[in-house]
């Protein structure tokens, strides 16, 4: 299969619409426009939150072949949110997928379809399986990320807060490129050290640690250094460092905000301060001199806890568009076994019919079956020496035709229909 993982400087210069004249911040802008564009879309239609981001990774990788000015990215974006559907399992027909986009985009938007929608996504769907070459299976961070939380220990509520922030935060990744730059398992770690270092929770013992273990996470992932998660966290952080401009979601047909001025978020945005960190650097260099933790401090993230879907919203400048929570999950270990184990449970009973008593299966303590006498079987008959086929004796099996006797003429063959 094809290794879909970049390096961080071939996003920046050899994709194919830097090279086709777009400079990357309007890329960035067109990879998130079209990344909100798939989630919005999905909650609108009740989709699952994994159906939605495999639609995203679709739509990264596809812009890693091809480029914004030779495919609209909102025509992409419902096709890879109607290939998505159907890979994990939640189909939704094309043409509901075309109205509810219609629904979200504006007329000029809207007129990237072309005179038939349908049939200019169905077309780009058999150029989207070819250039993602059939490789349809996407791992998220969702998973990785319950795994981890069920072996961490600590205050429960504290954990659950943690947990549900590091959800958020993978959710809002999906608006940048690292799907294309890491694993999900590192995806994973990461925003979960992100989220403990925002929620001022420290993870102190783990299940499965060992003296080897430096961190909760060296047990899953070896040799990550914390500039590599570091790198990882800020590139979410400048999600909300951004100022929200009008095309980062799509504006419907009926707003009245399109030619007016935006307006500035409620909540200032967060002081990125310079920090230089290398994409991948290698084990064992130093960590740059406080420069995270300068950045974590003067956010001041604001933390609101949505009491109807029990989900945490996390809103630093930028309203999330997402509100999918996780799944209901049990942070608590499992406690150890005792040492004493229970006994199994018994042999189920057995059939209320008697054994079988023939021959060698007596039950034990029975007086034992006679043998059974021999008997005298008659002896077999002799085997005639000659038999009359077409004319040439041979010699017949027991039981068939007498012999023919001597002094008799064989009877002639048959004649022969042909």
């Not at 219609?102 to 250039?131: H, N, P, W, Y």
Request: glycine share 6%; charged share 20%; hydrophobic share 35%.
């Amino acid at each position: 299969m094809p290794c879909w993982y970049y390096e961080k400087k071939d996003l920046k210069r050899e994709t194919p619409s830097i090279q086709d004249g777009i400079d990357y911040e309007t890329e960035s802008r067109y990879r998130k426009e079209g990344a909100r564009f798939i989630i919005d879309t999905g909650t609108k239609m009740g989709l699952r939150y994994d159906t939605m981001a495999t639609g995203v990774v679709y739509f990264h990788r596809f812009y890693m072949f091809h480029s914004f000015k030779e495919f609209p990215r909102y025509v992409t974006s419902c096709c890879c949110l109607f290939l998505a559907g159907k890979v994990e399992e939640t189909p939704k027909k094309c043409k509901d997928i075309i109205k509810v986009a219609k629904a979200s985009l504006s007329d000029a938007q809207f007129q990237q379809f072309g005179e038939d929608a349908k049939e200019e996504v169905m077309t780009l769907e058999r150029i989207l399986l070819q250039t993602i070459r059939f490789d349809l299976q996407v791992e998220h961070p969702y998973g990785y990320l319950i795994k981890y939380a069920k072996s961490l220990k600590g205050d429960k509520s504290k954990l659950q807060k943690m947990v549900q922030m590091a959800w958020t935060f993978v959710n809002d990744s999906l608006c940048t490129t690292l799907c294309l730059q890491w694993e999900p398992e590192i995806i994973a770690i990461a925003l979960m050290y992100l989220a403990g270092k925002l929620s001022k929770f420290e993870i102190q013992d783990w299940s499965g640690r060992q003296p080897r273990h430096l961190r909760w996470w060296d047990m899953f992932v070896e040799d990550i250094s914390l500039e590599i998660l570091e790198d990882i966290c800020h590139q979410v952080l400048d999600l909300y460092s951004q100022q929200p401009s009008r095309t980062d979601s799509p504006q419907g047909p009926n707003s009245q905000v399109q030619n007016a001025a935006p307006v500035p978020p409620k909540v200032a945005p967060a002081v990125a301060l310079p920090v230089t960190t290398p994409t991948k650097p290698a084990a064992g260099v130093a960590r740059p001199g406080g420069g995270f933790d300068q950045r974590l401090d003067a956010m001041q993230p604001k933390v609101e806890v949505a009491a109807a879907v029990g989900y945490v919203n996390y809103a630093m400048g930028v309203t999330n568009s997402v509100v999918v929570p996780p799944p209901n999950m049990n942070i608590n270990v499992a406690p150890p076994l005792p040492v004493q184990h229970a006994l199994p449970p018994g042999v189920p009973p057995q059939h209320t019919f008697p054994p079988y008593t023939g021959y060698g299966m007596m039950p034990p303590g029975n007086p034992p079956v006679p043998p059974v006498p021999p008997q005298a079987y008659p002896p077999p008959p002799l085997p005639p020496t000659q038999m009359p086929y077409y004319g040439a004796p041979y010699g017949a099996f027991p039981g068939q035709y007498p012999p023919v006797p001597p002094g008799v003429p064989q009877p002639p063959p048959p004649p022969r229909p042909y």
